[in-house]
């Protein structure tokens, strides 16, 4: 068959009238797709009785391990009487099995959100760790310097002295010494009893309020968390839509952690880091709120990696993340009192005490 130009110009128009209605349908079938595919998302990671997610969510169901590493103080008395550094030795690991949980579920479909109690429980796993937990070890007195750190950095000045006078009257009828001698259980999750910070409190609480509260006139570096856990959040369930899925609203009744004294650093962003909204991409900056940091941390793109055969991407703290103010400046709010150095986080939000850590 003779094929003429102008029969030519007919069929190649229809082919590509052709080809734009396959092209347009293909673009509205890939829309209509991710239409589907987001509709199936919300209904299984919602967060409420019945979806797929949820009873994961509720319990974790895959084991969570902590290892806990201490320094011992082996000079003692050197360090305390003669003023000589000391000289650390360190021992672990501890290692605790994690459970981890939600309570006190309550929905508000108003607003979309959840609100639950946060509990984490640990177990002491023996064959995993360096000890059973009963070696003692010497380390420096937590409620001790709590009090003396924050008198140092919040009390007026005009009051300090007077104020020092009142805090050594009780630590030397408690006969309190900078070291503690104890064992690693009492130190971690155990705790040991201290009934000295009731009676201080009582004793400075016309000049100033001490931020150490003990249950039960009980310290422990991790006791509260083992007794009462992470706190009550109340956070995005998805109902009204999964970009903001997971994010936190509050903690424990507010939506800053009012502490850091600058609005910036006191921001809860983020999520508890156990789950996030889909579709995270590889230039996205995650957020994770952590309660004992009572601060959130930035999380970047580190690798793409695969999990039991699915591909996912790898997000991990940035070293900027530790940084001190002077480098970072988006640090520099987080900063209070000596405490401000690189590679280190502080601790002392909690409950005053000079604690910090290093990841």
Known sequence: MKITAAKGRVIMFALGICGCIAAGFGTFLLGFFEQIVRFFLKKELTLIPGTEFFEIWKELPIPIYQKIYIFNITNPEEFTMKGDKPILHEIGPYVFRGRWLKEDLEWNEADGTVTYKDIKEYVFVPELSYGNQEEKIYTLNGPLLAVINYVEDFAPFI????????????????????????????????????????????????????????????????????????????????????????????????????????????????????????????????????????????????????????????????????????????????????????GIIPMNCKKGAPYVISL
């Open 159 to 342: 009051l300090r002295g007077f104020i020092v006078e009142l805090m050594n009257g009780i630590f030397e009828s408690y006969n309190e010494t900078l070291l503690i001698h104890k064992t690693v259980r009492e130190i971690v999750y155990e705790g040991y009893h201290e009934p000295m910070v009731a009676d201080l409190t009582k004793v400075v609480e016309g000049f100033i309020t001490l931020p150490l509260k003990l249950i039960n006139d009980t310290f422990g570096i991790l006791h509260e968390r083992k007794h009462v856990g992470d706190g009550y959040f109340r956070i995005k369930s998805g109902v009204k839509g999964i970009n903001d899925y997971a994010s936190i609203q509050e903690w424990n009744n507010r939506s800053s952690v009012d502490w850091w004294d600058d609005k910036y650093c006191d921001q809860i962003n983020g999520t508890d880091g156990v789950q996030y909204a889909p579709g995270v991409k590889r230039n996205d900056t995650l957020r994770l709120f952590n309660p004992n940091l009572c601060r959130s941390i930035p999380l970047k793109y580190e690798k793409d990696i695969t999990v039991h055969g699915i591909k996912t991407l790898r997000f991990g703290m940035p070293a900027s993340a530790f940084s001190s103010g002077d480098i970072n400046p988006d640090n520099k709010c987080f900063c209070q009192g000596s405490n401000c150095h690189s």
